[in-house]
């Protein structure tokens, strides 16, 4: 076990691997080890073979992503509870499976589904929810996906995954350009294949594209297509006017 301040950590194993870290299992221990809970514990480990400019920029996009995603104290946003920056971790939240996970296996379900068509869009506006929250903190998250979104025991689903972050309030222009070829091709809009910079209407479209994944794009086809028209100033201006749309529609089910 390892010690840090007034906790025990002790390391299960690995449940994941990002661009630039690795996301482990762990039991946080009181400091008398008589309660434990589990966590997730994020840590920076670039791979080695990268050039030494590349490691020291996602180093600071690792800094970028703990400093943004702490501030974001939402209840549909992965919340991180500790922050070792000398060490280079975060210990978050522990979710039970991504949201791509459970559409795996609820597609392998025959007959009865547990997610119904009402709860799909239950989830889609907590997704909502969560994003809204990161656009009204003045950041892009520029990775909404499937994948990046997670399910918790309460029955919450919370976004995650703040790697690709981007904070409107500060200049980034050397770490957008190292990002530049990251990403999840089918989530990006037109205007990002095309070399635009992100905004908030790259993050609407990615939620277009979450639709389909959930597949609520013939439920919600108004929506979705606005989501997902080809000019920017075509889609929704905000995330709110998509959950406003949302609830009238809701009788629709």
């Not at 966590?39 to 030494?52: G, N």
């Not at 095309?194 to 994944?213: K, N, R």
């Amino acid at each position: 076990m390892e010690e840090f301040g007034n906790y025990w950590i002790e390391r299960i194993g690995v449940i994941g691997n990002g661009s630039f870290g690795k996301v482990e299992k762990i039991r946080l221990y009181n400091h008398s080890k008589t309660h434990f809970k589990e966590y997730a514990l994020k840590t920076y480990s670039p791979d080695p073979r990268l050039p030494k400019n590349e490691i020291q920029m996602f180093r600071q996009r690792f800094d970028i992503e703990v400093e943004c995603q702490s501030k974001c104290f939402h209840k549909n946003i992965t919340h991180i509870c500790i922050h070792n920056r000398l060490q280079n971790w975060f210990v978050m939240e522990l979710a039970e499976c991504s949201l791509s996970e459970e559409l795996e296996k609820d597609d392998c379900v025959e007959g009865d589904r547990k997610l119904t068509i009402s709860k799909k869009i239950d989830i889609f506006l907590m997704v909502l929810n969560g994003v809204k929250h990161i656009h009204d903190m003045g950041f892009i998250h520029r990775d909404i996906k499937a994948l990046n979104i997670l399910k918790y025991s309460d029955g919450s689903y919370k976004v995650s995954d703040f790697g690709l972050v981007k904070d409107t309030n500060r200049s980034s222009a050397t770490l957008t350009a190292i990002r530049k070829n990251l990403g999840t091709e089918r989530y990006m809009s037109p205007e990002i294949l095309a070399g635009i910079p992100h905004s908030i209407q790259s993050d609407i479209f990615a939620l277009g594209v979450l639709l389909e994944d959930l597949a609520l794009t013939e439920i919600l086809e108004p929506i979705w297509r606005k989501c997902t028209e080809r000019k920017p100033k075509d889609r929704y201006s905000n995330v709110q006017e998509i959950i406003n749309d949302i609830q009238k529609q809701r009788g629709y089910e």
